[in-house]
Antibody, heavy 118, light 111 residues
Framework: QVHLVESGGGVVQPGGSLRVSCAAS????????MFWVRQAAGKGLEWLTV????????NYADSVKGRFTVSRDNSKNMLYLQMSSLRAEDTAVYYC???????????WGQGTLVTVSS | QPVLTQPPSMSGAPGQRVTISCTGS?????????VHWYQHLPGAAPKLLIF???NRPSGVPDRFSGSKSGTSASLAITGLQAADEADYYC???????????FGPGTKVTVL
């Protein structure tokens, strides 16, 4: 079955960088667009970025544009989110999710916690 | 101001019906972009409940239904159960923002 597993979360200082990863299995990774979504403690879900099935098209929320970069390695079934210039308000659980034909998020990982703190 | 608005909370007794609204504008729901709904339990991954305004993924009980009209959408839960206590989010696309948006979420409590 479809399995998405995030990793790479941790504690990072303000202004620092971190890369979180998402390992995909159980489906043809190269056929699906992928999302990153986050949730800060006590807050709602926030869409961050989407990448097309082949990695050629990417789109970002204004809150992370210019600081975060999404990428994928289809040979390894891996999705990445490179985060830089991190701020305290970036502290959240980061989820990867698979986008289906209507851009609904049919499968989600369990999330990885990123804490930005000195 | 959130692009999509939802009531912060709703409640109902077991067996009752609850309807959660998701109000947008002409740049998102009103522009014809489809609405999807998710259920999120604490500590778990969000779960897709409704996609494309009114379609249920396999495995989602028919107690959950979605609709859309004009610039708004709704999620109805009938035969409310204790297991339905969760946060519910709508999602769509906004052409003004050129990106995807989630509603702020609605916490459903079963009395």
């Amino acid at each position: 079955q479809v399995h998405l597993v995030e990793s790479g979360g941790g504690v990072v200082q303000p202004g620092g960088s971190l890369r979180v990863s998402c390992a995909a299995s159980g489906f043809t990774f190269t056929s699906y667009g992928m999302f990153w979504v986050r949730q800060a403690a006590g807050k709602g879900l926030e869409w961050l970025t989407v990448i097309s099935y082949d990695g050629t098209n990417k789109n970002y929320a204004d809150s992370v544009k210019g600081r975060f970069t999404v990428s994928r390695d289809n040979s390894k079934n891996m999705l990445y989110l490179q985060m830089s210039s991190l701020r305290a308000e970036d502290t959240a659980v980061y989820y990867c999710a698979r986008a289906d034909s209507k851009w609904e998020l049919s499968h989600w990982g369990q999330g990885t916690l990123v804490t930005v703190s000195s | 101001q959130p692009v999509l608005t939802q009531p912060p909370s709703m409640s109902g007794a077991p067996g009752q019906r609850v309807t959660i609204s998701c109000t947008g504008s002409r740049s998102n729901i009103g522009a014809g972009y489809e609405v999807h709904w998710y259920q999120h339990l604490p500590g778990a991954a969000p779960k897709l409940l409704i996609f494309g305004n009114n379609n249920r993924p396999s495995g989602v009980p028919d107690r959950f239904s979605g609709s859309k009209s004009g610039t708004s959408a709704s999620l109805a839960i009938t035969g409310l159960q204790a297991a339905d206590e969760a946060d519910y989010y709508c999602q769509s696309y906004d052409s003004g923002l050129n990106g995807y948006v989630f509603g702020p979420g609605t916490k459903v409590t079963v009395l």
